[in-house]
């Protein structure tokens, strides 16, 4: 039974994505609802049929209604970068009680929340922080659902990690990499993502929590000449002692309020995490993609290659 299905945040990469699939699978009556107006535009340009709802989720309004008669919730939203902890707060904290209180008001019978890796890192910062307070509260709430914690993802839409990575490389003589580089990364395709949400969405485990891993285990150097290799560029490749690389990344912040890579992030980067994460095989049915494929895929498909989101 699939019935209407809401997908909060649903302008952003993993949104973008899941409509993509969904609609591929069958879905009809899907409810996109985002705060970014250009982002929605373009999901709603794709996808004409999808009705978009324009609303801030941090905010009471009008877009609690669309819950009515929903069969199933995808709780995508999420603040990921910035450099204004409020912002944090705000989407990732605000906006799901927000939601929570919309799907218990309407009794909607099932919540798939998107939550992080991240709540098992050993990171500290203030997406780690609210994405911890977030899924939390989800289960505090005792709504009917389920958790999906995927790693760091990359594919069509990327505003940010492999997408701006890859339009930097085409852009600059020489590509700057921290240090030695070989940080273990186990980067996750989105489109495999969303396959995990769509299996939720049919078979409802309750109360399961999952934890998505990339198969492949690569290092972030690996990744860059992988990303090199895929869009056939000769950029070369300069390796910057990690303290030059950050004071690189903190007189960037002083001209954008959103840097690509934060000073955070890096230390993210660097702080040498290791995540586990189910046999996606025998879980959800479907062979995971390694990471050449869904790269090659990522940049070099006909239709989706060429658009990315703007960052929120």
């Known amino acids: 039974m699939q019935g209407k299905v809401i997908l909060t945040g649903a302008a952003g990469l993993v949104g973008q994505n899941l409509t993509i699939l969904l609609r591929e699978l069958g879905y009809r009556e899907l409810v996109a609802i985002d705060k970014q107006k250009n982002n929605l535009a373009l999901l709603a340009r794709l996808h004409p049929d999808v009705r978009t709802v324009l609303a801030d989720l941090a905010e009471a309004g009008d877009w609690q209604q669309e819950f009515a008669g929903a069969s199933a919730v995808v709780m995508l939203h999420a603040q990921i970068g910035g450099l204004e902890p409020q912002a944090f707060v705000r989407n990732n904290v605000t906006a799901t009680q927000r939601v929570l209180d919309a799907v218990q008001r309407y009794g909607v019978p099932w919540v798939v929340h998107v939550s992080s890796s991240v709540v098992n890192s050993l990171a500290d910062d203030d997406y780690t922080r609210t994405k911890r307070q977030q899924e939390a509260d989800f289960v505090a709430s005792g709504v009917a659902g389920c958790i999906l914690r995927p790693t760091l993802m990359y594919g069509w839409f990327d505003p940010k990690h492999f997408g701006w990575l890859a339009r930097f490389m085409e852009r600059v003589p020489v590509f700057p ?13 989105n489109r495999d993502f969303c396959r995990a949400i769509e299996w939720c969405l049919r078979e409802r485990p309750r109360g399961a929590v999952y934890d998505l891993v990339g198969q492949d285990r690569i290092d972030y150097v690996d ?12 950029t070369p490749i300069v390796h910057l002692p990690r303290p030059v690389f950050a004071a690189l990344l903190r007189a960037y912040g002083l001209f954008t309020r959103q840097p690509p890579f934060t000073a955070a992030q ?47």
């Open 266 to 312: 890096l230390k993210a980067l660097t702080a040498g995490d290791d995540f586990r994460g189910v046999d996606m095989r025998s879980t959800f049915g479907f062979e995971p993609t390694p990471v050449a494929a869904g790269l090659r895929e990522t940049f070099t498909d006909p239709v989706y290659a060429q658009y990315a989101v703007e960052r929120t």
């Open 177 to 189: 990499i921290p240090g030695h580089g070989r940080y273990m990364r186990q980067p996750l395709y």
């Open 223 to 234: 990744i860059i000449r992988t990303i090199r290799h895929v869009k056939g560029l000769r």
